[in-house]
């Protein structure tokens, strides 16, 4: 599989504030790009995708890809303490989804 | 968005015997899907993949032989644990495509399996 690279956290954030979430890949040929949010003994659930470069909005989500450095990031704004969870970063080679090890991120109240 | 349904959410098994796990798109015909395995606090490792009709498509280092996938029609895939030890304990979880390079995948809830 495809190396995709997290910082493992945890990141706490106070609530009302910005987390930001950082994801580089090893493969330039990779197509899109996925972050997903996963709550303790859950399954994974998609928050949003991107696929060119540039920013992607969603509500309080943001999504950021620069191809030519191989990062993807994803801000979330206003941070609620139900936003704590690990995020996934994952990135599709092909047919297949590789994943990151996930960033687990804490909103204090 | 498309839902996938997976069961059971959870089984309890002796060593030694086998246990199945079902995968089904209920609202979509999926093209391929795929099959999890997740250790805690670690990321989701892909096991193998699988189309509809064919063989399926195993990772390096997964044994095909002990996990049997069968995808028998476009909404419904099967894993089958065999000869289960305490070792293959983990969370699996299938997720589904519609097809092509870009759409997303859409994941069942899982199946947090233990064996004693």
């Known amino acids: 599989q495809k190396e995709v690279e997290q910082n493992s956290g945890p990141l706490s954030v106070p609530e009302g504030a910005i987390a930001s979430l950082n994801c580089t890949y090893s493969d330039r040929g990779s197509q899109s790009f996925f972050w997903y949010r996963q709550y303790s003994g859950k399954s994974p659930e998609l928050i949003m995708f991107i696929y060119s470069n540039g920013d992607k909005e969603d509500g309080r989500f943001t999504a950021q890809l620069n191809k030519a450095s191989q990062y993807v990031s994803l801000l979330i704004r206003d941070s609620q303490p139900s936003d704590s969870a690990t995020y996934l970063c994952?990135?599709?080679?092909?047919?297949?989804?590789?994943f990151g090890a996930g960033t687990t991120v804490t909103v204090r109240a | 968005g498309a839902v996938v349904s997976q069961h059971p959410s959870w089984v309890i098994c002796k060593s030694g015997t086998s246990v199945k796990i079902e995968c089904r798109s209920l609202?979509?015909?999926?093209?391929?899907m795929f099959w999890y395995r997740q250790f805690p606090k670690q990321s989701l490792m892909l096991m193998a993949t699988s189309n509809e009709g064919s063989k399926a498509t195993y990772e390096q280092g997964v044994e095909k032989d002990k996990f049997l996938i069968n995808h028998a029609s476009l909404t419904l895939s099967t894993l089958t644990v065999t000869s289960a030890h305490p070792e293959d304990s983990s969370f699996y979880i299938c997720?589904?495509?519609?097809?092509?390079?870009?759409?997303?995948?859409?994941f069942g809830q899982g199946t947090r399996l233990t064996v004693v």
């Open positions: 997720s589904a495509t519609k097809g092509g390079a870009n759409t997303e995948a859409f």
């Open positions: 994952a990135v599709r080679y092909d047919y297949k989804l590789s």
């Open positions: 609202d979509f015909q999926a093209t391929t």
